[in-house]
């Protein structure tokens, strides 16, 4: 059967298990038009009542899409001490690397989740939130929604996860072991000590999970400076203290930590400050 064929199968599934749209018209759609439709469909859908046909039509489907995009192996990202000659401490373990994370062959990424950690429900939006669950598949949300039913039941109905933690989850249809969610702080207005603080203890709650849970290596997103509006070069500086700071006390355990950026500007800004 032709990837076209098997496309058109499972967007067919996602339409019937919509509640919404499945009348939805796709017939005169390009190919771009019902990868775009896919994706749609996988991000607004709740989470419950996933069958096992729909998850393996989905599966096949994103590990193609996987295959296409290329995986990049941690042996193939460079150190900053190779990449820029860098002197600073632990510059053997430290990488800057800039491009899509979820092509990451490490052993966590981390998502720049939202305080109900169940992904972003806004069609192919552009945030990390939303490409990781794109990339990992609909198991991801249901994953998150157990653990936060989880929580529910334990601190109450109203609960939202805190700025500041990790929770660490399957990685699925990534080429990654594990997803590691943080909840960044949103800056509204001007900056202040409580955003900083804040947006350390996503630093360090995020190496002190990969310790307990023996993850050698770890990609971290620009944690809350997108829609979030942390400024890039503050937030830049306190990811290389936290992330320098724990290597100066468990630098044996961790064999790569890695900064991932996406924007041009993203990596002049780190480049300034481990290079």
Known sequence: MKETEKMDILLEKLKEDSVKYKELETGGYSLEEKKNAIRSLMNIRMPGGLSDELADLQDEYLQEERRAKGVVKLEDIPTIREAFNSNLAYADKVSLWQGDITRLEVGAIVNAANSQMLGCFVPCH??????????????????????????????????????????????????????????????????????????????????????????????????????????????????????????????????????????????????????
Not at 158 to 177: H, M
Not at 207 to 234: D, M, R, W, Y
Not at 246 to 274: A, P, T, W
Request: charged share 25%.
């Open 126 to 275: 552009r945030c990390i939130d939303n490409a990781i669950h794109s990339a990992a598949g609909m198991q991801l949300r249901e994953e998150c929604s157990h653990i936060m039913s989880r929580r529910r039941m334990k601190y109450g109905r109203n609960y939202e996860e805190p700025t500041g933690t990790a929770t660490l989850a399957s990685a699925y249809n990534l080429p990654c072991e594990y997803v590691l969610h943080t909840v960044g702080p949103i800056v509204y207005g001007r900056l202040n000590e409580k955003h900083c603080q804040d947006l350390r203890n996503c630093y360090e709650n995020v190496l002190q999970c990969c310790l307990e849970h023996g993850i050698k290596s770890v990609a971290f997103c620009c944690i809350s400076t997108g829609e979030f509006h942390f400024p890039n070069e503050k937030a830049a500086e306190i990811a290389w203290k936290a992330v320098s700071g724990f290597l100066e006390k468990h630098g044996d355990c961790m064999e790569r930590v890695i900064f991932n950026v996406f924007k041009d500007s993203d990596l002049e800004l780190y480049k300034k400050i481990l290079g």
